[in-house]
């Protein structure tokens, strides 16, 4: 009988290029079978259909996990013309063809027009839930539920290439941002209609510059070379400023007390204790100048 897999307290992140055709949780549980990793979790999920960045985040990392999920994201997508489909991706059923009459100037010009804030509405097939269940179950039983209209932003997007019916873009966009249906909004605005055919997250806001690796890479390393791979768990969060206490102050503010601070700007802080410059926490400076912790790391 072959031994039972024992799994244990690791930190850390380590960015994984996400295949198509699986869901991210069972990327994710791949690659915490790999770490033998007790507690793990992802960062945004990513469709099947969709490839790229997903930070995998483990033990005390997972904390800091929300940081990750608000931070901004740049796809590559490819937008096919022509079709609209019941998913607004190439998986779902085709529901209505139409000619494709416009010409590579009004495409440039349409897309540039998505820059900037605006109002979204989420798939029908989106992960976002409703009572506890993501609205794609509804979907698939034809079930009609209620989708919230989320306010988005369009930082960037820019054409990389036209080759009709096909379009290939990069899209740089905030938290909460559904590509499919920025893509199914293009078409439906240049009157043809479109689907996405392939998408790629290539960047996080957090991880900038930094090497992801794929399964078979991950799957052929040994166990020194996993540990390698792993980031500090507040390595996605380095935007955000950092206080320093004395090891007195860091006792009180690892029980969750909160510390009279009356340095710098209300806000977010990484907190860390100097003397070791191990992080503590995340924690909040508010208006009466108390520093309320808000995630706290193990000290165990």
């Given at each position: ?30 690659v915490r079978f790999l770490y033998t990793a007790k507690k793990a979790g992802h960062t945004g999920a990513l469709d099947p259909l969709a490839t790229g960045l997903l930070p ?49 100037a009004q495409i440039r010009q349409m897309v540039e027009s998505f820059i900037g804030v605006q109002d979204q509405q989420p798939s029908i097939y989106s992960a976002l839930k ?95 070379e996993l540990a390698e791979k792993l980031l500090p768990m507040d390595a996605g969060i380095q935007h955000i400023p950092v206080i320093q206490l004395t090891d007195e102050l ?51």
């Amino acid at each position: 009988m072959a031994n039972k897999r024992t799994f244990i307290d690791i930190n850390g992140i380590v960015l994984l290029d996400k295949p198509q055709d699986i869901s991210s949780n069972k990327a994710l549980q791949t690659v915490r079978f790999l770490y033998t990793a007790k507690k793990a979790g992802h960062t945004g999920a990513l469709d099947p259909l969709a490839t790229g960045l997903l930070p995998i985040c483990f033990g005390e990392a997972t904390k800091f996990s929300q940081f990750l999920l608000d931070a901004d994201k740049t796809y590559q997508v490819t937008a096919k013309l022509g079709e609209r489909t019941t998913t607004s991706d190439s998986e779902g059923e085709v529901v209505e063809t139409r000619d494709v009459t416009c010409d590579e100037a009004q495409i440039r010009q349409m897309v540039e027009s998505f820059i900037g804030v605006q109002d979204q509405q989420p798939s029908i097939y989106s992960a976002l839930k409703y009572q506890g269940k993501p609205l794609y179950f509804y979907a698939r039983q034809g079930i009609d539920v209620p989708r919230p209209i989320r306010q988005i932003e369009i930082f960037s997007i820019s054409i990389d290439e036209i080759a009709l019916p096909n379009v290939k873009m990069t899209v740089h966009c905030s938290k909460g941002t559904y590509i499919r249906t920025l893509v199914d909004d293009l078409g439906e605005k240049l009157g043809c209609g479109a689907h996405v055919i392939q998408l790629r997250r290539t960047q996080v806001t957090g991880f900038d510059g930094l090497p992801m690796f794929d399964l078979p890479s991950l799957q052929a390393m040994s166990e020194a070379e996993l540990a390698e791979k792993l980031l500090p768990m507040d390595a996605g969060i380095q935007h955000i400023p950092v206080i320093q206490l004395t090891d007195e102050l860091a006792d009180r503010f690892s029980n969750g007390q909160r510390i009279k601070w009356l340095e710098g700007d209300l806000g977010t802080y990484r907190v860390y204790r100097e003397s070791t410059n191990s992080m503590l926490g995340v924690a909040e400076l508010e208006e009466n100048r108390n520093l309320q912790p808000k995630r706290l790391v193990s000290q165990n």
